[in-house]
């Protein structure tokens, strides 16, 4: 075994496709919006699009809305990571695993609200 | 242009981030806030933007090589997140000068500790979070357990606090703490520090998003350029000592410092 290449187990496998589907994804669309940006805005426009305009704002082709939801999907990810995670602890009836990756969860999502209030 | 300027500065952060185990977030918010003039509270927004693509991108490489402790990373992460929220609270708060002054002494902190990296810590069967790894390096098999689980349980509170306060990932914490504190191999470490610190900046992120100091002019490019640096960091670092770019680092750290501390007292 020295030396060969490492076999990923089961919950490897889902952080490491979670967090590389997250990472093009949202590389996909920030890419759209740079190139929507600089050919119908000639640069990146500021700030963020509100999440109840993201919608239409993304059905008009707007720059901003792609590279918000670029941003979001990226931000998303770790949050994600942590829930396949907690899957595949739950698969493998690692109890103790679920419990943690659950805090974990539950702080995440706390600081959500608190981002808000 | 502003937009390539800030691309290229992130590529050198995604490098050097990556490179030394912390997140890229110590040269992103100085750079951001003395040469492009961005507000301190949109500065640390974005580094915590960039600390996430960094963690990312650099995981889909540690995981592969089975040198993330995904359990021991979990476990400290319960820590982190909690430190990061209170620290993340309190930024949104607080006056921008007070994080311009907490940030300065940070990267003083950072410098010198760069300095402390001499040896890795002997690797023993501990029993408590046991894992192995094959060094990349050596090509051997490390087989290592976790020491003074509790200790650097509480201490990683604190590393997650600065995560959220300034906008770093906070591995120039969790590195020391991991290594040196709970006797964990430095390859295991800076993996598992990587990818712990997408989970703290994430806990950050949204705090600073939900404020609205995200802004795509600095997080996209800022973002996109330390994926590529990250992307080059991790293959570097599995074969190179990365003792002159860390010297280089270093100094510009201090020269920073300097910078943020005049700033702090000017207001």
Redesign the interface.
């Known amino acids: 075994m020295a030396g060969g290449r490492h076999v990923m187990d089961p919950v490897e496998k889902v952080v490491h496709w979670v967090l590389l589907v997250g990472l093009l994804v949202s590389v996909a669309l920030m890419g759209v919006g740079i190139v929507l940006g600089l050919v119908r805005h000639d640069g990146l426009p500021s700030g963020v699009v509100a999440p109840d305009q993201l919608r239409a704002a993304l059905a008009d082709g707007d720059a901003a809305a792609y590279l918000t939801l670029g941003l979001l999907v990226l931000v998303a990810t770790p949050f994600l990571r942590v829930a396949g995670s907690l899957v595949a602890f739950a698969r493998e009836r690692d109890g103790r695993y679920v419990l943690v990756s659950a805090a974990v969860l539950t702080l995440m999502c706390l600081s959500v609200l608190l981002g808000r209030a | 242009m502003t ?1 390539v300027a800030i691309f290229a500065m992130a590529v050198f952060a995604g490098v050097v981030g990556s490179m030394v185990g912390v997140g890229g977030g110590i040269v992103v918010v100085p750079m951001l806030t003395l040469a492009f003039g961005a507000p301190i509270k949109v500065a640390i927004a974005t580094s915590l ?1 960039s600390v ?2 960094t ?3 650099a ?2 490489v540690f ?4 040198l ?1 402790n ?2 021991l990373g ?2 400290l ?2 820590m982190t ?2 430190g ?2 209170a620290g ?2 309190t930024a949104v708060l607080v006056s921008g000068r007070v994080l311009q002054g907490v940030f300065a002494v940070v990267l003083v902190y950072v410098a010198y500790a760069m300095n402390r990296r001499g040896g890795d810590v002997r690797p023993e069967r501990t029993g408590v979070l046991e894992a192995t ?2 060094d990349p390096a050596s ?3 490390v087989e290592y357990g976790v020491r003074r689980f509790k200790l650097g349980a509480f201490l990683s509170l604190f590393a997650g606090n600065i995560s959220g306060l300034i906008g770093l990932g906070g591995g120039a914490f969790k590195v020391p703490i991991m290594n040196v504190v709970m006797g964990v191999p430095l390859k295991a470490t800076i993996a598992t520090s990587n ?1 712990m610190i ?2 703290t ?12 100091f ?4 600095y ?3 800022a ?2 350029g330390i ?1 590529l640096g990250a992307r080059l960091g991790p293959l570097l670092a599995m074969r190179l000592r990365s003792r002159t770019l860390g010297v280089i680092l270093q100094v510009l750290l201090v020269v920073f410092a300097v910078l943020m501390a005049v700033r702090t007292v000017q207001g």
Request: a positive charge.
């Open positions: 937009l933007i996430i693509a963690s990312s991108a995981q889909t995981v592969t090589k089975g993330t995904l359990r979990m476990s992460e319960i997140t909690l990061a929220i993340g609270v790894f094959v090509g051997r098999r990818l997408g989970v900046a994430a806990t950050g992120a949204v705090i600073f998003y939900g404020r609205g995200v802004d795509i002019r997080a996209v490019p973002a996109l994926l």
